[in-house]
């Protein structure tokens, strides 16, 4: 009999026959885990092993990702019994959202301008959610509106959920529909949504807890502030809430008797008033948690409040020692824009185009940022000599110095001749850089849960026909972008970049033909190429890749990026 062995993941269980991949069981079974390349090189689809047995279906080459000592890569190994595993770089999607009636139980101010509204899920099953989620409301217009759901779930009993709703001055949500609403009326939503969640299991090396909220930002990271103080898994956890007026910390009283019932909470309201900004900005949350000497190194972030707050805290708390990969945050903006009317239904993305509930635009752009910043930093160290191999060891060590997690795809070096083959091509891994050479840095590295892909070539030397070869990728590229944002397919783009290219001297390397990116991992929700979309390409989640051949020298070059819209005023 064919044997039959489980796999346990904290995603889910499946089985396995013991002669397939782990990889394609858990596919096969529709059990999320992360994956990429499915060749071994990558290292996306690493797992740590707890428990069991198994053994490689191939060899391993020099292209291979190396995994630690207690770690497989599912796309190279079968079950030879039963087993554990866990991933260290990765956390499932969440639970599918759903889309269910609830009815109002209660609305009352919290300030003048905000108000608590409490209703309670209908139907029998139970609405899951975790601490620091949301829900979208659905309105008969079509539109939506997103709020955090404010309270703790609930371990039994009726499924009621919290909200703070500030009013805003042209909001036509908050003036009206709000305002209107009373105890057993019904309301459509879905959810719940987000990522910006407190994990089951505190992660390790994990000591503190740092909140920041401004206005009904609170409620997002209260739930998250309880989970926290229930689970004991914490030194200390602090909260700093932004505010107009003193007045405006609505949840002062609760958070107040918090403080002095359990040792471990601090809270600090930061109240700016009408008092003119300091030069180092004191008057911000992010400023007054930066200058309190928190040890960094051992705490976690979750920012909740508006977009220039999280965006400058980011940023601020990095520059002040926070680690990699310890700032989660959630922004809201507001609905509707000054003079505008009910907001439209966005429309439905092309099935291609699926991304997560954790995306955000923000992520690639700050992805991408530090990519482009780590491939010209990368290639400052390629010097002459160096082979091609100890250049892709040398540029993967960058990349882990600058805080990358891991690659999503394999590094890719390639200088002189090789510089005319695709990355599905094997590299001659020996190849030395000469002193007038050309060559290519491609990588793929995972910042943050988002997925960076930049490419570009470089040169060592001043040759005129390397100088138009390298050139000429990224001419076609820029004028292949240009074209997008007049509206074509990709098929059209890809069609157009070919003649382009040649009138560089060049011929385009078709089998380089774009791909999607979004939070990591990308493979989860389609593994498609640019140049077959007959649509016309979304915003920033297509990478365009120009791959160019010189007609005449054996020389390429290579140019990627990110297809992205220009900011509107």
Known sequence: MTPSYTITLPSGVFATDGEA????????????????????????????VLEGNYARITPPNERSYVPAEDELLMCQCRATSDLTLRFTHWDAPAKAPQRRLASVISRRPLTA???????????????????????????????HRCFSIANMPRATGPQRLEFHIRRTPTGTFTNHLLTALRPGDALSLDGPHGACIWPATCPEGIDHLVLLATGTGFAGVFPILM?????????????????????????????????????????????????????????????????????????????????????????????????EGQFQSEAFLPADPAGAGPASPPPAPHPWER??????????????????????EIAALMTPGITTGDAIALADQHLRSMGASHNWHPTYVRFGADSQSPAVQPTDRSRLLGDNDIFVVDI??????????????????????????????????????????????????????????????????????????????????GKHRLANADFIPGDGIWVLEIQVRDLDLPIGAFYEDVLLRPPTA
Request: hydrophobic fraction near 35%; charged fraction near 20%; proline fraction near 3%.
């Open 227 to 323: 989970a926290a103080i229930d689970s004991r898994s914490v030194q200390s956890v602090t909260l700093y809430w932004g505010a107009r007026e003193s007045q405006d910390c609505y949840a002062s009283g609760l958070l107040n008797a918090l403080q002095g019932k359990d040792g471990i909470f601090r809270w600090h309201p930061v109240v700016s008033g009408d008092a003119p900004a300091q030069p180092n900005g004191g008057h911000y949350v992010q400023d007054v948690a930066a200058d309190a000497n928190h040890d960094w190194s051992r705490t976690r972030v979750y920012a909740c409040g508006n977009g220039a707050m999280v965006r400058q805290a980011q940023a601020r708390l990095r520059a002040a020692g926070l680690p």
């Open 444 to 525: 793929g590295p995972v910042w943050d849960g988002y997925e960076g892909d930049y490419g570009d070539t470089f040169l060592t030397g001043a040759d005129a026909d390397q100088q138009r070869c390298a050139q000429a990728a990224r001419d076609v590229f820029r004028r292949t972008r240009l074209a997008w944002l007049d509206g074509l397919t990709g098929q059209a783009l890809y069609d157009l970049a070919d003649t382009y290219a040649h009138e560089y001297g060049c011929a385009l390397v078709h089998d380089i033909a774009g791909h999607r990116v979004s939070d990591f991992p990308h493979a989860l929700y």
């Open 113 to 143: 301008d905000v108000t608590e509204l409490i209703v309670e899920v209908q139907g029998a099953d139970a609405f899951d959610y975790q601490p620091g989620q949301h829900v979208r409301w659905l309105l008969e217009d079509g539109s």
């Open 21 to 48: 991949s782990i990889l394609d069981a858990a596919l096969a079974d529709g059990t999320p885990v992360p994956f990429t390349c499915q060749r071994g090189e990558c290292g996306s689809c690493r797992a740590q």
């Open 355 to 376: 991304v997560s509930e954790r995306f955000t635009l923000d992520g690639i752009l700050q992805a991408r940022r530090r990519s482009m910043d780590a491939v010209r």
